[in-house]
């Protein structure tokens, strides 16, 4: 099988290099023969690389630890849930994973243009395999996951060798949520190869119009939505496994997952400008560009060991051939624009500074800085050390004092944002507009201040979050009460119509929302407390409302590891409200240690318990307790945002009802709606669906 | 009890509380500028944690560091001779963030200096835009009137209620 995964990647990289330079000949000679070859040749790849990672797996579930990362990353006592997520927790099974998801993108994307667009999907094709060609270039010759394990035989000659069991799964690993957060998150990085593609695959066929912004949103919006939830979800990894009572550490690893999220955001932003306007056509391609180099670069940076990292697990020499992947393709990208940006050239023009064309501009503004600021402290000890010679920490204190702020101008851009209409928005709307949500907003902050908050950021972060909330909602009212008056249908149904008929506009509402819940959700960090002691049975600690007594502490024994168990009883105004069972893990095949948090989760706060080790001053456990309020709110507001992204992608019911009633003469009924009326053209310029 | 002796008795039951209350102040602010000091304490032993978030129980590093900072605490010496101290021990990589002096203040600079950029670059760019706009008009006011036609009045009208209908989508 192993035989069989090595030559499935090579027969996927001769492929990848016909798709690429029978593309180029396609683009050259035009001939349709060719181009449907090289499409062809696009989709075998894929293929090929799925035998590839299919093989792998199943030597993974077969134990064959004659495979040198087979034997380095998994042992039969694993779970078959880790052997599974085994495959992408070192360097050549996590390239190879990140083949394997880029071929599903290019396979989607080549199958669902099939025959169309004939001017651009050659050149498309040919950037996609380019970018493929990289990967099976690790996959095959650099990093390859199928190599055998050979130990020295008579007269020094090398001979193939196998081992009886393997190292096992890093145990920091060994969480449930490995299984779900490297493929989301990698689907984050992988999806933004289609627009980077699309893009430069315009620029360089000069095809008119804004077509391939069109035909790359949802795409984008997908890698987006993938990218969100990976960050959130390695954030609660990290929460839940490192121990340290905190979800964000400002990593390097972490930064580098953030980096292309806030530049792709900033491009959905203001894709909005070229497809309403067609404005802002330079930026949006250099946005593309800058996402997808960000993916390339944060990988660069954490696997070549530039930057120290909890999260790099995959770290080794392969750094270079990432810096030269990125050289390329700044310089393709540099070429691209400098020989076709006549092509790009728009009539940009705007009305006023009153307008959600600068509220665009000011967004786009703003996640760019906060990109650059977060680029410049993870790079910065780089560059202390290339330039003075010593190496420098860049750690939270740094990020923190740098990004809070711009956060909070973010937030204030989300509320503001909905309510300047495009070209012109009159002062006297904008103070319609604005008065309440502000009003609110200030309110509810004057309420927190007298109730004794003093923090300026949560007080802001409070004030602007409820802006936020009342703008949305009150979009969602203006909305919804017009169709009401017209159908009679009360307020929620009438705004479940209103969100079906535009999914993108309040689809993107939603997803503001969600943001603001993740504001919240952080803001709360100021407010954290933590307690650390050597406890024997019987003994007590107070943090915040609890009491935490330590029943007794045992070790029980798995077939993977041995682990010291604390039992505590927690107590809330003198009432035991729960137990919590904080664990600490040893894993004897690879002699590590990792722990199991326990935590008491609610909307208000989290107890959060860890069973930290042993004391061998005092041979106690030693359990440090934390009290983290409103994280809960972050995972919360990660899941709104991802169904908000979900809904933006629905197609606009609106649109299909307007479709069908023109087929039917404009009279038919409209199937599956509540009032069984006609619809009229007439009917929906009532609403105020103009401007997403 | 007469009064003066009553007074005395309160501000002497008044001393005494207060003294013994001054260690559990002093405790707990040195608990408190311990925390805040070592924040600004990067751990040594690699794990890239702040030196009070380093959660690795017998860490060769934090552990002995965390003594150091309580030592300087109780010795009452002041934020930056602490820190100093540190810097002079373990180099500039104990601190959690770049130092505001010399080469390495950059980096603070770095997003400020991006910001000014970029606004200027926006602000410009909104201006010129603006220009160009108040150039179209102006061109456009001063191009030939179309020949008056009742195609032409039609248009008009249908051209003024979609302004209309679109002010009425954009506004509200």
């Known amino acids: 099988m192993d035989l069989f995964g090595s030559y499935a990647l090579l027969l996927a990289f001769a492929f990848a290099l016909y798709a690429i330079f029978g593309g180029i000949a396609a683009i050259i000679t035009r001939r349709p023969l060719l181009i449907k070859s090289a499409r062809n040749a696009g989709f075998a790849v894929c293929v090929l690389i799925w035998m590839g990672i299919g093989s792998l797996w199943y030597l993974f579930f077969t134990d064959n630890f004659s495979m040198a990362y087979v034997a380095a990353h998994s042992n039969r006592a694993l779970s078959p849930y880790y052997k599974f997520s085994a495959l992408w927790s070192g360097q050549e099974g996590s390239l190879l994973f990140w083949s394997f998801l880029l071929s599903i993108y290019v396979f989607s994307a080549l199958f669902a243009y099939r025959g169309k667009h004939p001017e651009l999907m050659p050149y498309v094709g040919v950037v996609l395999a380019g970018v493929q060609i990289f990967f099976l270039t690790m996959n095959n010759f650099i990093a390859s996951p199928f190599q055998v394990l050979v130990g020295p035989g008579a007269g020094g000659i090398l001979h193939l060798a196998t081992r009886a069991d393997g190292s096992g799964l890093n145990p920091l690993l060994q969480y449930p949520e490995m299984a779900i957060h490297p493929p989301t998150l990698y689907s984050g990085y992988t999806g933004f190869t289609i627009p980077f593609a699309f893009a430069l695959g315009a620029l360089l066929g000069r095809y008119p119009g804004e077509k391939w912004i069109h035909l790359t949103r949802r795409w984008t919006m997908i890698a987006w939505a993938f990218q969100s939830a990976g960050i959130l979800l390695g954030a609660h990894w990290a929460y839940a496994v490192l121990g340290w009572g905190g979800y964000w550490g400002w990593d390097p690893v972490e930064n580098a997952s953030l980096m292309p999220w806030l530049t792709g955001t900033a491009f959905l932003h203001s894709v909005i400008m070229q497809e309403k306007r067609g404005m802002m056509r330079v930026w949006n391609v250099w946005l593309v560009f800058l996402t997808f180099m960000l993916c390339i670069l944060g990988t660069s940076l954490t696997r070549s060991g530039a930057v120290n990292s909890v999260h790099a697990f995959a770290e080794s020499n392969i750094g270079h051939w990432f810096w030269g992947f990125l050289l390329l393709i700044v310089i393709v990208c540099v070429a691209a624009y400098l020989k076709n940006r006549d092509y790009l050239r728009s009539d940009n023009q705007l009305d006023s500074m009153l307008s959600r064309e600068s509220s665009f501009l000011f967004n786009n503004l703003i996640l760019l800085v906060a990109c650059i600021a977060v680029l410049a402290g993870t790079l910065f000890p780089v560059l202390s050390e290339a330039v003075r010679g010593s190496k420098i920490s860049v750690g939270p204190p740094f990020f923190n004092r740098v990004n809070i702020p711009i956060a909070m101008f973010l937030l204030f851009l989300t509320g503001v944002g909905p309510l300047l209409a495009w070209r012109k928005t009159s002062v006297e709307s904008l103070r319609k507009n604005f008065g309440f949500p502000l009003i609110g907003g200030i309110v509810a902050a004057a309420i927190a201040v007298a109730l004794g908050l003093r923090e300026f950021y949560v007080t802001l972060c409070l004030l602007l979050s409820v802006f936020v909330t009342l703008t949305i909602l009150g979009e969602f009212y203006r909305g919804a009460r017009v169709i009401s008056a017209r159908t009679g249908s009360n307020i929620f149904s009438s705004a479940a119509q209103l969100t079906m008929r535009n999914t993108r506009r309040y689809g993107g509402y939603v997803v503001h929302f969600g943001m603001v819940l993740v504001f919240i959700g952080i803001s709360g960090q100021a407010f954290n407390q933590d307690k650390q002691m050597d406890m024997s049975a019987g003994s007590e600690m107070t943090l915040g409302p609890y009491n935490l007594y330590l029943q007794n502490y045992d070790t029980t024994s798995e077939a993977n590891y041995s682990a010291e168990r604390a039992t505590i009883d927690v107590e809330k105004n003198g009432r035991s409200v729960m137990m919590l069972y904080p664990t600490r893990r040893f894993y004897p095949s690879n002699q590590e240690s990792g722990t199991m948090v326990a935590i008491a989760s609610t909307l208000r706060e989290d107890l959060y318990v860890v069973y930290a080790g042993t004391n ?54 409209v199937p599956g709606s509540a009032h069984a009326a006609p619809v009229s053209y007439s009917a929906r310029s009532q609403l105020p669906d103009g401007h997403d | 009890m007469t009064k003066r002796r009553r007074l005395a008795l309160i501000c002497a039951a008044c001393v005494g509380l207060a003294s013994s209350l001054v260690p559990l102040h002093v405790e707990a602010q040195k608990t408190e500028r311990g925390k805040s000091l070592g924040a600004k304490l990067m751990c040594m032993c690699g794990c890239g944690q702040i030196l009070t978030q380093c959660n690795h129980i017998n860490c060769p590093s934090s552990g002995p560091m965390l003594k150091e900072l309580d030592a300087h605490v109780v010795k009452g010496e002041a934020d930056d001779l602490i820190v100093q101290d540190f810097v002079q021990e373990y180099g500039e990589k104990v601190l959690s963030a770049p130092p505001t002096k010399g080469f390495n203040s950059i980096a603070w600079y770095i997003p400020g200096v991006a910001f000014a950029i970029g606004l200027g670059i926006v602000i410009t760019l909104i201006r010129l835009w603006r220009q160009r706009d108040v150039a179209r008009l102006a061109t456009a006011s001063g191009a030939p009137a179309i020949p008056h036609t009742a195609a032409s009045d039609l248009r008009e009208v249908q051209l003024e209620r979609a302004r209309r209908q679109a002010d009425r989508d954009t506004e509200d």
Do not use: C, E, F
């Open chain 1, 616 to 669: 061998p001053d005092t041979n106690l456990p030693v359990i440090h307790a934390y009290l983290n309020p409103l994280v809960k709110w972050i995972w919360l507001g990660g899941a709104v945002v991802v169904l908000g992204t979900i809904l933006a992608l629905l197609p606009n019911r609106q649109a299909v009802m307007v479709l069908s009633t023109a087929a039917a003469g404009q009279s038919a009924p």
